[in-house]
Antibody, heavy 117, light 109 residues
Framework: QVQLVQSGAEVKKPGASVKVSCKAS????????ISWVRQAPGQGLEWMGW????????NYAQKLQGRVTMTTDTSTSTAYMELRSLRSDDTAVYYC??????????WGQGTLVTVSS | EIVMTQSPATLSVSPGERATLSCRAS??????LAWYQQKPGQAPRLLIY???TRATGIPARFSGSGSGTEFTLTISSLQSEDFAVYYC???????????FGQGTKLEIK
């Protein structure tokens, strides 16, 4: 079955960087893109950006431009999201989701990133 | 940026009754609208895409309607497992630029 498995929880200090992975299985990785979405505690869903697993094209949310980089490794069917210059308000659960030009399905299980001094 | 607005923020309904959730887009998104369900501690799950097409495995009591800027998710007879938060999402842009509504919490009355 189609599945996305994310890396484990992270605790980071303000100003540091975090890199979250998302390993895909059960489908042809390069036929879809991957979107990243985050959810702060008790809050709604915030789209962060999208990457094409076919050619690496990206589109980032304007709010995160310059701080976020999304990449893929087609040899391992894994997508990565790196967020730099972390602040306390970056504390959230980060999700990856399979996405072509359309809805997100399925989603990874989520990765909690805590930013605290 | 297309802004998605959901109403109400919280909806209290009794099991067995019908629930109607609304989502409005700040500009037309055609039928490029999805609905997700999220339960506490879980990732969101796709329910509806293309405004009205149920995703694989989604029960027939879930239905979506609308186009352009006004959309509705209807749950015809609420089951205990349906009490959750529901989000709408537009995917009308290229390059891909998605936005979510702020969510509607469906709670037991």
């Amino acid at each position: 079955q189609v599945q996305l498995v994310q890396s484990g929880a992270e605790v980071k200090k303000p100003g540091a960087s975090v890199k979250v992975s998302c390993k895909a299985s059960g489908y042809t990785f390069t036929s879809y893109g991957i979107s990243w979405v985050r959810q702060a505690p008790g809050q709604g869903l915030e789209w962060m950006g999208w990457i094409s697993a076919y050619n690496g094209n990206t589109n980032y949310a304007q709010k995160l431009q310059g701080r976020v980089t999304m990449t893929t490794d087609t040899s391992t069917s894994t997508a990565y999201m790196e967020l730099r210059s972390l602040r306390s308000d970056d504390t959230a659960v980060y999700y990856c989701a399979r996405a072509k030009i359309g809805p997100f399905d399925p989603w990874g299980q989520g990765t909690l990133v805590t930013v605290s001094s | 940026e297309i802004v998605m607005t959901q109403s109400p923020a919280t909806l209290s309904v009794s099991p067995g009754e019908r629930a109607t959730l609304s989502c409005r887009a700040s500009q037309s998104v055609s039928s490029n609208l999805a609905w997700y369900q999220q339960k506490p501690g879980q990732a969101p799950r796709l329910l509806i895409y293309g405004a009205s097409t149920r995703a694989t495995g989604i029960p027939a009591r879930f239905s979506g309607s609308g186009s352009g800027t006004e959309f509705t998710l209807t749950i015809s007879s609420l089951q205990s497992e349906d009490f959750a938060v529901y989000y709408c999402q537009q995917y009308n842009n290229w390059p891909p630029e998605y936005t979510f509504g702020q969510g509607t919490k469906l709670e037991i009355k």
